[in-house]
């Protein structure tokens, strides 16, 4: 109570968690935001891809180097 009295809404988990899933009075519940999930899911193919293509060409470069 005393986070959310300052505007604090918990840790990082807890605010991924919150953007993932809404409160929906006419269900009486949480309920996934698809579009936000498919948003995060995109970023981490993202990110994913971007770090194995920087892993791929430093070895690339690396071993041409050597060769």
């Known amino acids: 109570l005393v986070e959310a009295s300052e505007g604090k809404v918990g840790n990082t988990l807890d605010r991924l968690l919150l953007y993932c899933f809404h409160y929906d009075p006419a269900s009486k519940g949480y309920v996934v935001m698809a579009m936000n999930v498919m948003k995060l899911g995109g970023l981490?193919?993202?990110?994913?891809?971007?770090?194995?293509?920087?892993?791929?060409?430093?070895?690339d470069h690396t071993s041409s180097k050597l060769g």
């Open 44 to 59: 981490t193919t993202i990110l994913i891809l971007g770090l194995f293509l920087a892993v791929m060409w430093k070895r």
